[in-house]
């Protein structure tokens, strides 16, 4: 019998690698969950803007305009995370939109959509919506996640 052979790691990890891990993750709650796993979408979005703020530098003071709020969110995003090659966050009254161009994430919305499930979960759109309610005390709805070939679009309601 072949005795184990302990490996170890003498590279950097590959971060494209953990985000393809991760993505598969994912991409696995979803299969599982199915609709349900929109529960799950205000405590990521909360633990992910916690983050952002505690670890990133996020912060939400010196303005109440919230294009201005939400802004600061997309340079921690994409500027300082890495999260898309470019992101923005547009309010239109009670109509907010995230865009992104290359999401690491994008993969797993895709396998999704070609397996026939539709997303009801983006966590950084559910951190746009735990910011809006951290400023404004309002609760924002997901209406809908759109793919295209290499962007994800997230339209939102600001209630209240």
């Given at each position: 019998m072949t005795?184990?052979?302990?490996?170890?790691?003498?590279?950097?990890?590959?971060?494209?690698?953990?985000?393809?891990?991760?993505?598969?993750?994912?991409?696995?709650?979803?299969?599982?969950?199915?609709?349900?796993?929109?529960?799950?979408?205000?405590?990521?979005g909360e633990e992910l803007l916690n983050i952002m703020m505690e670890e990133y530098g996020l912060h939400f003071e010196g303005s109440t305009d919230p294009q201005e709020l939400l802004n600061r969110l997309?340079?921690?995003?994409?500027?300082?995370?890495g999260f898309a090659d470019r992101g923005e966050i547009i309010i239109n009254g009670t109509n907010v939109a995230l865009k992104l161009k290359n999401p690491m994430d994008l993969?797993?919305?895709?396998?999704?959509?070609?397996n026939g499930i539709k997303p009801v979960l983006y966590?950084?759109?559910?951190a746009v919506a735990s910011?809006?309610?951290?400023?404004?005390?309002?609760?924002?709805?997901?209406?809908?996640?759109?793919?295209f070939d290499d962007s994800i679009e997230v339209d939102m309601l600001i209630l209240g």
């Amino acid at each position: 019998m072949t005795e184990s052979k302990v490996v170890e790691r003498m590279n950097e990890r590959s971060e494209e690698m953990a985000t393809k891990i991760n993505n598969l993750m994912l991409y696995g709650i979803y299969k599982v969950l199915g609709a349900g796993a929109r529960g799950l979408g205000n405590s990521i979005g909360e633990e992910l803007l916690n983050i952002m703020m505690e670890e990133y530098g996020l912060h939400f003071e010196g303005s109440t305009d919230p294009q201005e709020l939400l802004n600061r969110l997309t340079m921690v995003m994409i500027e300082t995370i890495g999260f898309a090659d470019r992101g923005e966050i547009i309010i239109n009254g009670t109509n907010v939109a995230l865009k992104l161009k290359n999401p690491m994430d994008l993969h797993s919305i895709q396998l999704l959509q070609k397996n026939g499930i539709k997303p009801v979960l983006y966590p950084m759109a559910n951190a746009v919506a735990s910011a809006i309610k951290r400023f404004s005390g309002k609760n924002v709805l997901i209406k809908g996640i759109k793919l295209f070939d290499d962007s994800i679009e997230v339209d939102m309601l600001i209630l209240g």
